[in-house]
């Protein structure tokens, strides 16, 4: 990072072919792009997403709803082909294997065992007429020779480290006999018994009150250090972003447009969207009673994807290339941003304004 | 558990009441008089009038009915006007050959329909699967009695294969017995299949856009698993719902089928009963039936504790 920073003032677009196997990344995602078929044509809801995760990180991908960041998630997993998607180019190196060309039978063995994942949705991620004991066996008797036996026993300590309260009896329980808080501990339970190197969690407080969201993340960033895993966390929250992530990267309609690390990000946002979610954010340097700052517009469609930079329609500061060239990351100022105007006074300006 | 059962066995009797009030009512409202029937076209009206008195038919309904429903209550449902036996014995001569029936129809259906609703499931999205769905609708939507006649024609009387109609008793001889119900089981699966196999299929589809089989594969199960394990057992709850209305109408006897086949069971004995006008073995045929319905439903009902643990009953 040191490096980087002495460099400052000079911008180099990031070459997209720059991974190698044994390069230190654990996960190194490269030109991405995977589109979902509808009325008759293709439309890309993550189009050529880059970015890598080192061993022992904690990378954030945030974004709205629809900016594609879910998609990313399960294309990693390989599970997006049974939502109607489809990985059409990049590349996903994980511990030097490309994942998108591993077959269904070694990517059965990936999942659940070396990359795990924890859904959104708790109250309706478990499957409701087994226990949450045998849900959790299953993932370990999937991946090892261990006995029916073994595995439950492996069960209940797995529990007991969530912190569940009385694991013996909770095991025999189903999902419906759980509250939303303990159910997303057998969650995460479950994606880490396995003892994965990596955890991709997607949005896995978002359902859940605020005082068992913060348990949970303090229970992620526990195991993370106990258990040495690198963690792939998906939100749109840019608290649990700041509380999380030692990277974050940015997404929005469907491309990476910021990646860096978290200092980075909060206190020297470069991107015009960046900067305007940093300026949402309740409380943030703001006085009390202050109206709320919006980004002005939506999220665009996936058919409907405006020409040039897909934020132009939203941005204060667009200009004319800014409607023709789609801008490509590159990197400003200690970490890369995708805008055409990034070091553009105005831009610049906007970054005090809205930075803590 | 045990106290809901009670309570739902005790549930039986206003049903069956109610049951035995229609059926006695719309018997004694359509024309036809049974004595007349017996006695045939040429009796004198003197000799009707007095077997009229015979079987009390000159009574006041509401005579009628309070003196049926008294015998009911002491287990006796009558005499047949025409067999000369109790209706009870009647009715359970004819439970045999229905029950026969209607086990291996039921198991003929399943058989069917559980592995097509899976395999159309795995291939879906192939071609398999507008085959399997116009298999199912072919199989609800064709008529039993054109199906029956057609493989009387085809396995009775061109092929030989099969008799033609008839029943055998299972004492004596399995192969028998078997080789009777084949074609008249088959033709009740067939129908009952294309209903369970829909129901499943769907069912299962609709249980494979769930979360929890995106955790199930996220955690490294195969398709296999997931479609086996965590998919089937969840479709199998609103399946058993149709698999349990289907056992149930089996049971009650399939009018049409063992008409066809010539099978003397209780679907059988009601088209007689109401040919001959044999109120009493009518009644106690349909009061059967609904005994049946009542009776599987809350099997059913039971089932669905099993099978889902969110069930449960106090």
Known sequence: ?356 | MIGYIVRRVLAIIPVLLVVGIVVFMLIHLTPGDPAQVILGDAATPARVKVLRHQLGLDQPLWKQFLTWVEHVCRGNLGTSLFYQQSVVHTVAVRVGPTASLAGLAFVFSLVIAIPSALLAVWKRGSLLDPIFMSGSLLGVSMPNFWLALMMISLFGVKLGWLPVSGYVPLDQGVGLWFSHLLMPAFVLAIQQAGLIARMLRDGMLDVLHQDYIRTARAKGAGERLVLLHHAFRNALIPTVTVIGTSLAGLLGGAVVTEVVFAIPGVGNLIVQSIASRDFPVLTGAVMFVALVYVLVNLLIDLLYSVLDPRVQYR
């Open chain 1, 1 to 356: 990072m040191a490096s980087r920073t002495v460099k400052s003032r000079k911008s180099r677009v990031v070459d997209p072919g720059d991974h190698s196997v044994g390069d230190g990344k654990l996960l190194n995602v490269v030109g991405l792009t995977t589109v979902f078929h509808a009325n008759g044509r293709d439309v890309r809801a993550v189009d050529s997403v880059s970015f890598h995760l080192s061993p022992g990180e904690t990378v954030c991908i945030v974004g709205e709803s629809g900016s594609g960041k879910s998609v990313t998630s399960l294309s990693i997993m390989k599970l997006i082909e049974n939502e109607g998607g489809r990985v059409v180019a990049g590349s996903i190196w994980f511990d030097g294997d490309d994942l998108l060309k591993a077959s269904n039978e070694e990517m059965r063995r990936v999942r659940g065992r070396t990359v795990s994942m924890v859904f959104q949705e708790p109250m309706t991620a478990l499957n409701p007429i087994f226990t949450v004991g045998s849900q959790i066996s299953e993932a370990i008797l999937l991946h090892t020779d261990e006995s029916r036996e073994q595995a439950w026993n492996r069960t209940v300590d797995m529990l007991r480290l969530v912190g569940i309260p009385e694991p013996e009896i909770r095991a025999k329980q189903y999902p419906h006999q759980l509250s939303g808080g303990m159910r997303q501990r057998v969650v995460v339970a479950m994606a880490l018994v396995c003892n994965p190197k990596l955890l991709i969690a997607d949005e896995p407080t978002t359902a859940l009150d605020v005082t068992i969201q913060a348990q949970v993340l303090d229970l992620l960033r526990r195991l993370k250090r106990d258990l040495k895993m690198s963690i792939l966390l998906i939100t749109h929250d840019m608290g649990v972003a700041a509380e999380m992530a030692d990277r974050v990267v940015v997404m929005y309609a469907g491309n990476v447009i910021e990646e860096g690390s978290v200092e980075e990000i909060f206190d020297r946002p470069l991107h015009p969207y960046t900067q305007g979610l940093l300026a949402s954010i309740p409380g943030r340097n703001g006085v009390r009673g202050a109206r709320l700052h919006a980004i002005a517009g939506s999220t665009p469609a996936l058919a409907d994807m405006p020409e040039g930079c897909r934020f132009n329609p939203r941005c204060p500061f667009a200009v004319d290339i800014c409607r023709v060239e789609a801008p490509a990351l590159r990197l400003v100022d200690g970490h890369n941003v995708a805008c055409h105007r990034a070091q553009d006074a105005p831009v610049v300006a906007a970054r005090t304004s809205t930075a803590q």
